[in-house]
Structures are given as C-alpha cells and as structure tokens.
C-alpha cells in the first residue's frame, strides 16, 4: 500500500513545523521534522570540538553516529547513539551547525535513508528543505511555505524567547538571513520550491487560515472530499 506523503518545504520560521504539525494531527498521520536530525549531527560535531564547514572532518566522524526517530505521546524525538537529544539542538547556534553540516554532501546522504524509509512504512507530512526536490520526490502534495524575512524572524525570536533563549531581534533576522542564502546557495540539494510545489505566503495569515488553505490544496491534488 502506498501511504499519503505531503512534501512542506520552505525556509526557517515559514511556519513550517507548526502547520504540518497540525495538518498531520488532522490527517491522523506522521509528523517529521527534518530538520532535527541535521541538528543532531551538529550537535555531535560540536561535541566533538569539528568545525562544522570541515567536509572531510565531518564526514568523518559519520561512521560514529547513529540517529534514531521516535516518537513519545505523539512527538517526534531524536536520539542521537541512543540518548534522546531533546532541547538541545534547539539554540540558535545549532541552527547555525546544523546548515554548516547540511551542505555536505555526505550528510546528505548519510541522512536520506532515514528520511525515505519512514516514509516507506507510515503515511507523513514531512518538513526540510529538498523534501519535495530530492527526498520524496513523489509526493503526493508538495508545498512550498514561506513569509516575509521580518515576518519569519519575528516568529523565530518569539519561539526562542518563550524557551528562554536571550537575543533580540535584529541578531535573529541577520542569522536567519544568513542561514536561507546558505541554504538556498548550496551545491547539492538547494532548498527550493520542486517544480510542481504549490507557493504558500503564510505572512499574512493565521495558523488557522494556513493550514486551512493547505488542506484545499491536499483535497484539490488528492481528489478526497
Ligand atoms: O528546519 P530547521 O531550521 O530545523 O533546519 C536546520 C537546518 O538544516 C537548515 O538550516 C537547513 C538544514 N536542513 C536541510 O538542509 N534539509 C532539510 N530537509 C532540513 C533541514
């Protein structure tokens, strides 16, 4: 049986996590964030003391690592050689890793099984940056989120300042800019909208009103309703 997969691609602070999230609660299937197991790998770097733009010492220390997808009450956690990394790959700095380590091309592949086979046996809506480019390329629906720089930044500083992450918002907006055009500029598996995405600006509007427009869009492709 092919299970449902529904492709939400976009730069950081779209609203990305939040939406698919919510359209997969409403879907009754998988969420997976993506993004997280980047994070783990920077995390272990750090912890390693390896600069992260070092392809060859990066791509070294792969064989070292084991990540892991689970999912506790219904959330996603990645355990990183068996501990679960929670809040940790959740700072500002490994943000910044976790760009720094996704443009080589052995993470990529280093990451591209476990992304494809948990998609192989649940039905998902999966959010990254090259999920309907490279990943899933057969996605049942591709969505492509994005919002303004200002609006995405304002988003991010709310989300670090309620986890009690200090930085202001101009430190957030530059970082932020900083990690798209490192993100969207990278050789291998740039994170752009697959030809046959559909563009969603979620600037001016809710998380209701974005999910709601998503979910036409998977009625319209998937013909259900
Ligand atoms: O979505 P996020 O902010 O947690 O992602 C962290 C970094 O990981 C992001 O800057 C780019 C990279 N990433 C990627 O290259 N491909 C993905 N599918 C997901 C994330």
Redesign the pocket.
């Given at each position: 049986m092919n299970h449902l997969q529904i492709a939400i691609?976009g730069p950081?602070g779209a609203g990305?996590?939040t939406i698919a999230k919510a359209l997969a609660a409403k879907l009754g299937i998988i969420y997976v964030?993506?993004?997280?197991?980047?994070?783990a790998v920077g995390l272990y770097v750090r912890g390693k003391n390896v600069e992260p733009h070092d392809a060859a010492a990066v791509t070294a220390l792969l064989p070292e690592i084991s990540l892991e997808l689970r999912y506790e009450n219904g959330v996603q956690q990645v355990y990183l050689n068996g501990e679960a990394t929670g809040d940790r790959i959740r700072t500002p700095e490994m943000?910044m890793y976790?760009?720094a380590v996704?443009?080589i091309p052995a993470v990529?592949a280093f990451l591209l099984d476990t992304?494809r086979n948990i998609a192989k046996t649940n039905g998902v809506v999966m959010?990254?940056?090259?999920?309907g480019t490279v990943?899933l390329p057969q996605a049942n629906v591709k969505i492509f989120l994005t919002a303004s720089d200002e609006c995405r930044a304002k988003r991010r500083w709310l989300e670090l300042r309620a986890k009690g992450i200090e930085t202001t918002l101009e430190e957030v907006l530059a970082d932020m800019r900083l990690?798209d055009h490192?993100?969207s500029t990278r050789v291998v598996?740039p994170?752009i909208a697959a030809p046959d995405a559909v563009t969603v600006d979620s600037s001016e509007l809710s998380i209701e009103e974005c999910v709601a427009r998503i979910e036409a869009i998977i009625a319209e492709k998937t013909g259900s309703r």
């Open positions: 691609d950081g990305k996590s964030d993506t993004g997280a197991l980047y994070r943000s976790a760009s996704s443009a990529r992304q959010d990254g940056r090259d999920i990943i990690r490192n993100d598996a994170a």
